[in-house]
Nanobody, 125 residues
Framework: QVQLVESGGGLVQAGGSLRLSCAAS????????MGWFRQAPGQEREFVAV????????YYADSVKGRFTISRDNGKNAVYLQMNSLRPEDTAVYYC??????????????????WGQGTQVTVSS
């Protein structure tokens, strides 16, 4: 079993920055892709970013490209999401997730195997 715990969410003004962290326990995640997703009230969970097992390949949703950066530290079994130039439309609960499929880099939530409990990000205008 894998446990994922997100932290770093909060309230920030538009234009500000936050850094989300996701700590994993129970199993090393160094062989698997890690993704960040978000879900706003009344909306479906949507893809934000994914990083491959080595941390060398990343992919972003168009809505966050150039503003958000995903990274990972396999030595700490952790993944991060640096969010800059935040906008009110970024307000959501942010989730990290682990995809145990070898070599995967999926943008589809249903393809991820483990999820954290989420952390709230609120951006005020």
């Amino acid at each position: 079993q894998v446990q994922l715990v997100e932290s770093g969410g909060g309230l920030v003004q538009a234009g500000g920055s936050l850094r989300l962290s996701c700590a994993a326990s129970g199993r090393t995640l160094s062989s698997y892709a890690m993704g960040w997703f978000r879900q706003a009230p009344g909306q479906e969970r949507e893809f934000v970013a994914v990083v491959n097992w080595a941390g060398r390949s990343t992919y972003y949703a168009d809505s966050v490209k150039g503003r958000f950066t995903i990274s990972r530290d396999n030595g700490k079994n952790a993944v991060y999401l640096q969010m800059n130039s935040l906008r009110p439309e970024d307000t959501a609960v942010y989730y990290c997730a682990a995809d145990m499929t070898p070599w995967a880099m999926s943008t589809i939530p249903q393809e991820y195997d483990y999820w954290g409990q989420g952390t709230q990000v609120t951006v005020s205008s």
